[in-house]
């Protein structure tokens, strides 16, 4: 079988390094899955490439995701990003990144890890798909739907089902490379044992 990455990623080289080196990598840090459930709420009606190609503009522009600094971001705060080009400027979203940020310390404030609080939808354990063709992977699943009214309860916005699914794949949560991309294999059996 002739061995060729999913075929998503390419179309630009930032694309596929992050295919190669991120996606359906299994991300445990509190932070980063922080970082990543914001980025995947931006994409909302874009595509992933326009969130990648701004990454870096929101890490700068939200304070590297520091949870602390964004939850008390006030109005003086929200005209600047909404003024920035390097991020997508949708007042409903940088509105949900605060709201994520406060729902986030609470989260955590109650004892419970990130990580902890999301990886419990697959048991702990990324679940192992494999898929052929891009047409057999869905928009969503049972465990993104459960996700997604988790963190709804919890407070957390632009958390659909097709978000949370998104954000699970990104995270190594489903492995979902197709059998024919070398990263398939590669990702396999790499979790928090």
């Known amino acids: ?3 060729e990455r999913c075929p998503w990623c ?10 190669d080196r991120e996606w359906g990598e299994p991300l445990y840090d509190d932070r980063a ?3 990543l459930l914001i980025l995947e709420g931006a994409q909302a009606g874009l595509s992933w490439a326009t969130i990648l190609k701004k990454r870096e503009g929101y890490r700068r522009a939200f304070d590297a995701f520091d949870p602390h600094l964004i939850a008390a971001y006030g109005e003086e705060k929200v005209a600047i990003l909404l003024a920035d080009p390097g991020i997508v400027r949708n007042r409903a979203k940088v509105a949900a990144t605060i709201q994520n940020a406060k729902a986030y310390l609470a989260l955590t404030a109650s004892g419970i890890s990130f990580s902890d609080f999301l990886w419990a939808f697959v048991d702990d ?3 192992q798909n494999r898929r052929t063709s891009l047409a057999e992977v869905p928009a969503k699943t049972d465990q ?10 919890a407070g957390f916005k632009f958390v659909g089902s097709t978000i949370c699914y998104a954000f699970m794949q990104a995270a190594g949560m ?5 059998v024919t991309c070398p990263r398939h294999l590669e990702v396999q059996g790499r979790f928090r044992k």
């Open 1 to 3: 079988m002739a061995m």
């Open 10 to 19: 390419e179309g630009f080289d930032l694309y596929r390094e992050y295919h």
């Open 33 to 35: 899955l922080f970082e």
């Open 125 to 127: 354990v990324p679940l």
């Open 144 to 153: 993104s739907n459960a996700m997604s009214k988790a963190l709804s309860r």
């Open 174 to 178: 489903v492995n979902d490379h197709l």
